[in-house]
Protein backbone atom coordinates (compact mmCIF):
# COMPACT_ATOMS: atom_id res chain seq x y z
CA UNK A 1 0.00 0.00 0.00
CA UNK A 2 2.76 2.95 0.85
CA UNK A 3 4.46 2.18 -2.95
CA UNK A 4 0.41 2.23 -4.35
CA UNK A 5 0.01 5.59 -2.33
CA UNK A 6 2.99 7.07 -3.32
CA UNK A 7 2.40 6.59 -6.84
CA UNK A 8 -1.08 8.26 -6.54
CA UNK A 9 0.71 11.32 -4.45
CA UNK A 10 3.25 11.37 -7.07
CA UNK A 11 0.80 10.81 -10.01
CA UNK A 12 -1.07 13.75 -8.84
CA UNK A 13 1.96 16.34 -8.04
CA UNK A 14 3.24 15.54 -11.29
CA UNK A 15 0.10 16.55 -12.86
CA UNK A 16 -0.57 19.70 -11.46
CA UNK A 17 2.77 20.95 -11.57
CA UNK A 18 3.01 19.97 -15.40
CA UNK A 19 -0.97 21.76 -15.94
CA UNK A 20 0.88 25.06 -14.00
CA UNK A 21 4.01 25.26 -15.82
CA UNK A 22 2.14 24.78 -19.05
CA UNK A 23 0.20 27.62 -18.15
CA UNK A 24 2.29 29.81 -17.48
CA UNK A 25 4.86 29.25 -20.42
CA UNK A 26 1.81 30.08 -23.12
CA UNK A 27 1.17 33.02 -24.32
CA UNK A 28 -2.10 33.94 -23.20
CA UNK A 29 -3.26 37.78 -21.22
CA UNK A 30 -2.90 38.06 -17.82
CA UNK A 31 -6.26 37.15 -17.02
CA UNK A 32 -7.21 34.30 -18.97
CA UNK A 33 -3.95 32.74 -17.34
CA UNK A 34 -4.74 33.76 -13.82
CA UNK A 35 -8.44 31.88 -14.60
CA UNK A 36 -6.87 28.73 -16.10
CA UNK A 37 -4.39 28.63 -13.11
CA UNK A 38 -7.51 28.90 -10.63
CA UNK A 39 -9.45 26.12 -12.44
CA UNK A 40 -6.25 24.27 -12.74
CA UNK A 41 -5.84 24.42 -9.29
CA UNK A 42 -9.39 23.78 -8.88
CA UNK A 43 -8.74 20.91 -10.05
CA UNK A 44 -5.81 19.57 -8.82
CA UNK A 45 -7.70 20.22 -5.44
CA UNK A 46 -10.26 17.55 -6.47
CA UNK A 47 -7.92 15.04 -8.07
CA UNK A 48 -5.96 15.18 -4.40
CA UNK A 49 -9.47 15.37 -2.33
CA UNK A 50 -10.45 12.49 -4.91
CA UNK A 51 -7.12 10.01 -4.05
CA UNK A 52 -6.79 11.18 -0.59
CA UNK A 53 -10.71 9.49 0.10
CA UNK A 54 -9.21 6.29 -2.26
CA UNK A 55 -6.43 6.45 -0.09
CA UNK A 56 -8.68 6.47 3.01
CA UNK A 57 -10.86 3.46 2.00
CA UNK A 58 -7.63 1.40 0.92
CA UNK A 59 -6.25 2.11 4.61
CA UNK A 60 -10.07 1.29 6.14
CA UNK A 61 -10.48 -1.77 4.11
CA UNK A 62 -6.60 -2.99 5.45
CA UNK A 63 -7.26 -2.28 9.30
CA UNK A 64 -10.46 -4.03 8.94
CA UNK A 65 -9.13 -6.83 7.39
CA UNK A 66 -6.18 -7.28 9.67
CA UNK A 67 -8.65 -6.70 12.42
CA UNK A 68 -10.76 -9.55 11.45
CA UNK A 69 -7.76 -11.66 10.88
CA UNK A 70 -6.40 -10.96 14.17
CA UNK A 71 -10.28 -11.56 15.79
CA UNK A 72 -10.08 -14.72 14.29
CA UNK A 73 -6.30 -15.59 15.32
CA UNK A 74 -7.48 -14.29 19.16
CA UNK A 75 -10.52 -16.43 18.84
CA UNK A 76 -8.90 -19.69 18.04
CA UNK A 77 -6.38 -18.89 20.61
CA UNK A 78 -8.97 -18.72 23.72
CA UNK A 79 -10.40 -21.99 22.15
CA UNK A 80 -7.49 -23.56 22.48
CA UNK A 81 -6.57 -22.37 25.85
CA UNK A 82 -10.06 -23.60 26.99
CA UNK A 83 -9.21 -26.88 25.82
CA UNK A 84 -6.39 -27.33 27.33
CA UNK A 85 -7.43 -25.88 30.74
CA UNK A 86 -10.29 -27.94 30.30
CA UNK A 87 -7.18 -31.23 30.29
CA UNK A 88 -5.09 -29.62 32.83
CA UNK A 89 -8.63 -29.24 35.19
CA UNK A 90 -9.24 -33.34 34.34
CA UNK A 91 -5.87 -33.84 35.06
CA UNK A 92 -5.65 -32.08 38.31
CA UNK A 93 -9.11 -33.95 39.20
CA UNK A 94 -7.74 -37.36 38.82
CA UNK A 95 -4.77 -36.97 40.76
CA UNK A 96 -6.96 -35.40 43.30
CA UNK A 97 -9.03 -38.50 43.36
CA UNK A 98 -6.06 -40.42 43.95
CA UNK A 99 -4.42 -39.01 46.51
CA UNK A 100 -7.65 -39.48 48.55
CA UNK A 101 -7.65 -42.53 47.51
CA UNK A 102 -4.16 -43.63 49.06
CA UNK A 103 -4.90 -41.11 51.86
CA UNK A 104 -7.88 -43.62 52.99
CA UNK A 105 -5.75 -46.55 52.81
CA UNK A 106 -3.54 -44.61 55.30
CA UNK A 107 -6.03 -43.43 57.53
CA UNK A 108 -7.37 -47.24 57.74
CA UNK A 109 -4.49 -48.70 58.52
Known sequence: MGKESNAILGLL????????LGILFAPDK?????????DEAATARDRMTEGAHHLRDQVKET???KKESLDHQLNSIV???????????????NKLSDLKAK????QKS
Open 103 to 106: NKKY
Open 63 to 65: VTH
Open 79 to 93: NDVSHKTEDVITSLE
Open 30 to 38: GSNTRQKLA
Open 13 to 20: AGTAIGAT
